[in-house]
């Protein structure tokens, strides 16, 4: 069900936590004023910190269609706006040759229209949808390089795209537009410009056991404040990947699929891979290790 832009910040807040996003004053100021002025929204911050969640959440809540352009490394243009279909045009061909007579600026038209036109995901969100304008999330821009940014900033001014073919193609009403980077290179200003921009951080402990609250209702209140308590503990190790909200969560439910109901070292042993990714951090945490930063996790965790 389609629904309206909220009205305020508390109702941006109110309206991402019945989707099981959870997010602080400051996020959902800047969702706000994205919602409010149609500006694309540019979020920054290491993985698994929920960028690209807060897209999937504003699309569930909103009633509005995802569009996802997953960026990677030589990403161009057209792979990222369409592509013609290659071996239905020649089927065509051939079929119109073995039929006779083709008149070749008669079959250039036709194979060049729209019923051979691959769509992507910019020109998906340039569509029309009954539903509104859909959400559209190019996720890592990071991982792309310079003229694909140039190219964005473009498409994005006037929510535009050209196909030589058939021509300029605008969007009736701009999308709702969300970028995501996890800094492994700086995007040029020239595109963070076009944009509001919000440093997504690590949250603090009351806000990720509210977060994990909501993931995993089924969590003990002790087992979550644990996990919390030491994810955030490890956070604070010289270790190469901090886990992020994303692996706090898998880590919680992992614990529950082996029913375990309080953290110890050899759980916490036998765990890591859920919530590091790298061996060389796994294997700092093997034996006292994990005991110690589970000693001062406990110790740090006031009474419920």
Known sequence: MTQ???????????????????????????VFL?????????LEGEAGVGKTEIAKALAKSLGRRLIRLQ??????????????????????????????GANRETLQSELFSS??????????????????????????LDRTDEPFEAFLLEALSDFQVTIPELGTIAAQAPPIVILTSNRTREVHDA?????????????NFERELEILNARAPEAADALSREVVQFVQA??????????????????AKCLLALDVVELSPEVISDTLG??????????????SEAKRILDEARAAIEPA
């Open 191 to 203: 595109l963070k410009r076009r944009c509001l921009y919000h440093w997504v951080d690590y949250p």
């Open 115 to 140: 019923d051979y036109l691959t769509e992507r995901p910019l020109l998906q969100a340039m569509r029309p949808d009954p539903a509104g304008p859909p959400v559209l999330l190019i996720d890592e």
């Open 274 to 287: 859920a919530i590091l990714k790298y061996q060389d951090d796994i294997q700092k945490l093997q034996g």
């Open 71 to 100: 960026c990677y490394e030589g990403l161009d243009a057209s792979s990222a706006v369409y592509e013609w279909n290659f071996p239905a045009q020649m089927v065509a061909i051939r079929t119109a040759e073995a039929a006779g």
């Open 234 to 251: 490890l956070r604070t190790e010289d270790i190469f990947k901090k886990p992020g909200v994303a692996e706090t969560i898998d880590w």
């Open 4 to 30: 309206t832009s909220p009205s305020s910040i508390d109702a941006v807040q109110s309206m991402l936590s019945e989707t099981g996003y959870i997010c602080g004053r400051a996020l959902a100021t800047v």
């Open 34 to 42: 994205s919602l409010r002025l149609g500006r694309p929204l540019f």
